[in-house]
């Protein structure tokens, strides 16, 4: 479904992705760690087509999208969904409007239509009857499952999770956890998370992918980056202090 082949991208004399090379199969879950600022959400962006690299290709769908215009670069994000770390709710907009933002830009459904579809995505995320509600009268972590029912209301066939659990507390955190992978399991979506959370991405991955000094210096199942013998990547799932990561800084 998606393939970063060769990818780079520096911002001056920054090099943030040195020949990223990434393959995710439909319906995997793939999460992306990493320390901040190392490119995480560099890559999300060349997924989705916000930024385009200064060498390689990204294939979305059997599409290289480094060669699509803007029309078509539009037409390709419609098969996306995201989940904004904090949600990014319009705060002009009640619950409704919110979640159903992208059914009336981009499609002419009638309103009934529109209506029973935010109710089904609500009901999916385990919340009904808030579609009156403003944003500012959301907890957090209501905030963030009705982000994620706007993220599949347009039945996506890939969703991009840029913190999911980040400024929710560590319960809410397990929850959304638990909401991201029933909705795998449903959706049978592919999907790419990018988290610094290890308990995250090791209950919602099906596979991780380490990003360090531009390069992906490891990637394998939860288990397998569990058990993992590179020293960089043990230091940065352990939180420790000392080792080659602080060393290098």
Known sequence: MIELINVCKSFDDNIVLDNVNLTIPDGETIVIIGRSGAGKSVILKHIIGLMKPDLGQVIVDGQDITRLDGKELNELRVKFGMLFQGAALFDSLDVRDNVAFNLIEHTRMDEGIINNRVTEC??????????????????????KRVGLARAICMNPKIILYDEPTTGVDPIMADAVNDLIKDLQAKLKTTAVAVTHDMTSAYKIADRIAMLYKGKIVEIGTPEEIKNTKNPVVRQFITGAATGPITEDS
Do not use: D, F, K
């Open 122 to 143: 609500l009901e999916l995320v385990g919340l009904r009857g808030i579609e009156h509600l403003s944003p500012a009268e959301l907890s957090g972590g209501m905030r």
